[in-house]
C-alpha cells in the first residue's frame, strides 16, 4: 500500500520540484559578449531584468576568454555573430540553456531559445521569445521634464540613405514647433565628422549640442531619465527603442530609405499604432501627443524565458526540433 501510495503522489512532487526550481531559476547566468556596444546593451537589458526578478548572478565573458574559474551556468546568453559558436561550446562543455538575443539565421535549432525583435519576421513559438524592437537596460524614469528635449542623431547605414542637410532642416523645423523646449543633441560613433560643425550652427542658449567623442554613456543616461520629449532619426533603431523604453513621448526624424526594409517596416508599425510621432503631425498639432505606456520587453522576455524553464524541465532535455 505504501509502494502504491507513493507511485500515486510522485508526479505531484515532481511537478511541486519543478515549478520549484522554476522559481528560481536562473540562479548563475553567463553573457558572452563581444566589442560591439549595441550587442553588449542588450545583454544588459535582460541580464538586469533577470537580476531584478530573481537576483541572479551574472557573469561577463569575452567570446574568446575561457570560464575555468567560474560556476557552471544554467543559463548562458550569447549576441551578435561572433558569440554563438562560443556559446554552443560553452553549453556542450559547461551545461545550461543556451539563449540568442536577435535571430541567429541558420543555427537557430541550435538553440534552446531564441529572443528576436518582431521586425526581424518571425513568428512566436516554442523556441522564438518575439519582442518589440532590440532589448535594452533602461527604465521608465519615475519623472521626466516636458521641457527638456533630447535628439538623437545616427548616421549612415546599409538601411537609409543619410542627408545631412534634410536631418538640420528637420531639426529646425522641430525647434519651431516646440519652442519652449530646452534641446540636447547627441551625435553618436555612426555621425560624421563632417556633420558636427553643421550641429554647431544651431547652438545658442537653448539648444546644446553633445559629440559623442565628449560625451560619456553616464551622462547620456541621464538625459533619457530626464528629458520628456525625445526624437531619434530613422537610421537609429536601437535608440528609437531605448526611447520608448524611457517614458519620454518620442519622435522621427525621417530619411529615405534605400529599398522597403524589416526596419522601416517596423517604424511604420510605431507610427500607426501612436507610438512615435512624425514631424508632419507634429506641424499640424503643434504639440506632442502623450506617450503611450513606455516598451518594458527587457523585463517581459525574462519572465517568458523563465516561464519556459517549467517546459524545459518537462522535457528534461534540450530539443532542436521545430522552429
Not at 39 to 65: F, T
Not at 293 to 313: D, G, Y
Amino acid at each position: 500500500m505504501s509502494i502504491l501510495r507513493t507511485a500515486r503522489h510522485t508526479p505531484l512532487r515532481q511537478e511541486t520540484r519543478r515549478r520549484e526550481q522554476g522559481r528560481s531559476w536562473p540562479r548563475v547566468v553567463w553573457c558572452i559578449h563581444d566589442a560591439t556596444s549595441g550587442h553588449r546593451r542588450q545583454l544588459e537589458g535582460l541580464a538586469r531584468a533577470l537580476q531584478e526578478q530573481q537576483n541572479a548572478a551574472v557573469y561577463w565573458l569575452p567570446y574568446r576568454s575561457g570560464a575555468a574559474d567560474l560556476p557552471r551556468p544554467e543559463l548562458i546568453l550569447v549576441c551578435g555573430r561572433r558569440t554563438h559558436w562560443a556559446g554552443l561550446k560553452a553549453r556542450w562543455w559547461y551545461g545550461g540553456k543556451l539563449v540568442a538575443l536577435m535571430n541567429p539565421g541558420v543555427l537557430r535549432p541550435l538553440f534552446d531559445a531564441c529572443i528576436v525583435p518582431e521586425h526581424d519576421g518571425l513568428e512566436m513559438s516554442r523556441r522564438n521569445i518575439v519582442t518589440r524592437g532590440p532589448l535594452n537596460p533602461l527604465r521608465p524614469a519615475t519623472r521626466v521634464d516636458p521641457s527638456r528635449g533630447l535628439i538623437l542623431i545616427g548616421g549612415p547605414s546599409r538601411h537609409f540613405h543619410w542627408d545631412a542637410e534634410q536631418v538640420v532642416q528637420q531639426i529646425q523645423r522641430l525647434r519651431c514647433n516646440l519652442p519652449d523646449v530646452n534641446w540636447h543633441i547627441a551625435t553618436s560613433r555612426r555621425t560624421p565628422n563632417d556633420f558636427v560643425p553643421m550641429l554647431s550652427t544651431l547652438q545658442d542658449d537653448r539648444c546644446h549640442v553633445l559629440p559623442a567623442a565628449e560625451t560619456s554613456s553616464a551622462h547620456l543616461r541621464a538625459q533619457f531619465e530626464q528629458c520628456g520629449v525625445i526624437w531619434v532619426t530613422a537610421d537609429s533603431a536601437a535608440m528609437l527603442y531605448e526611447a520608448l523604453s524611457s517614458g519620454a513621448a518620442v519622435g522621427v526624424l525621417n530619411l529615405q530609405a534605400r529599398k522597403p526594409n524589416r526596419l522601416q517596416a517596423g517604424l511604420d508599425k510605431l507610427i500607426v499604432d501612436g507610438h512615435v510621432t512624425e514631424l508632419a503631425t507634429l506641424e499640424h498639432s503643434k504639440s506632442m501627443p502623450h506617450p503611450p505606456p513606455p516598451l518594458r520587453e527587457s523585463q517581459r522576455a525574462a519572465a517568458a524565458l523563465r516561464a519556459r524553464f517549467i517546459v524545459w524541465s518537462h522535457q528534461g532535455h534540450c530539443s532542436t526540433r521545430g522552429k
